[in-house]
């Protein structure tokens, strides 16, 4: 059987984003200073795309979700810049707005599935008024559709285990539950915060094809945080790398993986091991410890740790700040290092060791 | 055989050496909780059930395995935290599954453990001068010039700053808790150390100085390591051979290259094709075998192989007879290939799992006749 591989390329999308977020701001006053958890962030997701946001502990991923499910609203927080979902400005939107935003359009699974479950109601029943919110139909419908929802994540003898609480569930089963509740209402964008960290890799492996059934099955977008770089190059379409509450490096995945132009992304790619290699060296972990958001660095947010900053002319990496700029017309980087630069030292001292 | 120096497959142990620790048989079953209203003790958990490995000095052995397979259990019987309910446990030739609490004490030095979370695993209101100092103090050791001036020592070793000598847990980062309990575990010097998801909760870099750590203080120490984690890319790096388990049983062990190039069991098999590979070209053309259904529970495992209800071999491959087989009678781990240890009745060798295509068969003995 020598036939060619099967393309699973998807074509690149063209067509208007369904998200757009530009120059997102999100900054907290605390007792310290403020803290600008996220600081002029822009990206967009099209209906059917899968987008990756990665990066380290602390950069902003989760805080910049929040933004867009509007759940500063009623805080401290400071947001600014624009949340565009079809067409309408959810940044200036109000919290009722928010509110059926969150039912009809956007969905999301948390990183800790306890805390989006109801401890006294079974988890049957939460998934269920969750679909009749949103749909005209009878109770006993709903349960059918919630049977057959569970079944779908993954949940053996799911018409028997409608009943139970979630505490009698095993945690990837509350996982699942509720990736059910959030899969159910058919969102038109989903955002998933680190589905499957806290999942072992062969339930990891089904949660993740069924986002992209859902995808598939309804032009779904999606946005996909995760630290998992093995999880993005499965799953993701574009990539967005974020740093310091700034995104860094953002492109389509094989892109990114393949032609990775900033330091951090280098970094990053360095310090994981990986399962196909025959290991030969030891792991490469970035030097140094992550920004504070207080006392953000004056010019490249990196250059505390960077190990490249010498090669740009004249101390730029620590009094400018380098702008988010195209290196092809899909994949843009924020580095003062030049291109055709960049590339050549890609080529000769990061390939050799990754 | 002949005194020539083992070639690269540094996981083949050199066979003259008598292991450091011996596994043998070992059980570990939990008292059944009474089911519901009408109460009556249920089976027992069969948490660990028949496991056997050898682990030899300045050697890693990883164990993988989905979540509740007995990998931690498994971890706390070797390192006597938790009595086994049968089998045999040699430490350094000498059966230690049968001593005393007192008789294990001196023994106690040498065998530690390094526990899966950093945040809980550290008594908050202790400094970390009180925690690393512990186990001299347990121990009733003096070292010498001072517990303190060792545990700055330790400190120091493990990357830790000795001021912070006075802190406290919360002042430090997941990593640096971590190194906290590296520090202890290494206080006295132990010839072996269970490492139980030492860096499951860590970020990339952070995880890749942890892991570094360990490895610069095994070459220094000539320690053993008994290396659990979930994430196979990690087990892969750092281990010399691997142990892949499924409810409470090794379904296969070998030295790390052949299990990941060419493994024998379908459990295996599904575990390494679910891994995601961070390049997107690769991942396109792997084969992802999905497995249905849950964990059968521990307390009422499968009859015949364990892993038969869900084993894809089983359900799609086997003809009729065959299955009978799979689901009656109980496979043994026994070596299918030179050092190659596999649970199953039906094994194969498959070399396509990690990057999609079919490639060289590796052997796994030294290459010279
Ligand atoms: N309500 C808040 N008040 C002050 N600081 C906050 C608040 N929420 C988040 N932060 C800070 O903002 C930064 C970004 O947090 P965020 O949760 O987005 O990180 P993350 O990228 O999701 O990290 P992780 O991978 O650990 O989940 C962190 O330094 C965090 O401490
Ligand atoms: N003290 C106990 N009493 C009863 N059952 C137990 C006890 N400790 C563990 N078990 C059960 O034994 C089985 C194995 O548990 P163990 O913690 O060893 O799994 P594990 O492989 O470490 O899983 P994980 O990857 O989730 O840490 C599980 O079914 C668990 O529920
Ligand atoms: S801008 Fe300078 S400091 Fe920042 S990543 Fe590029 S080279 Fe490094
Ligand atoms: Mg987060
Ligand atoms: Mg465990």
Redesign the interface.
Known sequence: MSTA?P???RPPLSGEPFLSVEDLKVHFPTDDGLVKSVDGLTFSVRPGEIVGIVG??GSGKSVTAQAILGLHKGSRAQVSGHIWLGGRDLVAATENEMRQVRGDDVAMIFQDPLSSLHPFYSVGDQIAEAYRVHNKVSAKDARTRTVEMLEKV?I?NASSRYDDSPHQF????RQRAMIAMALICKPRLLIADEPTTA????????I??LIKELRDELDSAVILIT?????????CDQVVVMYGGQCVEKGP??QL??QPEMPYTW???G??????R??AT?????AG?PPSLINVPKGCVFNPRCRYSDRVEGRKCFTVHPALEPSTPEHEVRCHIPPAERQQILLTEIRPNL | MTTTAPSSAAAQPATSSAPLLEVTDVQKWFPGRSKGLLSRTGNPVKAVDGVSFTVHEGETLGLVGESGCGKSTTGRVVSKLIEPTGGAIRFQGRDISGLSRRAMRPLRREVQMIFQDPYSSLNPRQTIGTIVGTPFRIQGQKPEGGVKKAVQGLMERVGLNPEHYNRYPHEFSGGQRQRIGIARALALRPKLIVCDEPVSALDVSVQAQVVNLLEDLQSEFGLAYVFIAHDLSVVRHISDRVAVMYLGKIMEITDRDSLYESPMHPYTHALLSAVPIPDPAVESRRERILLTGDLPSPSSPPSGCVFHTRCPKYRTELSDSQREHCRTTQPVLEEKRPGHQVYCHFPQVRTDLIDGQPGPVRTTGPKTA
């Open positions: 591989q393309v699973t390329v380290e502990s993954g053996p095993s945690g990837g089963m999942l072992d890799v062969t339930v990891q492996a089904q993740l094809e630290h998992d770089l093995g999880v993005v190059a499965e799953t995945v094989d993986f393949d970094g990053l790619l310090s994981m091991p990986r399962m196909d025959v290991r030891r792991l490469l972990p970035i410890s």
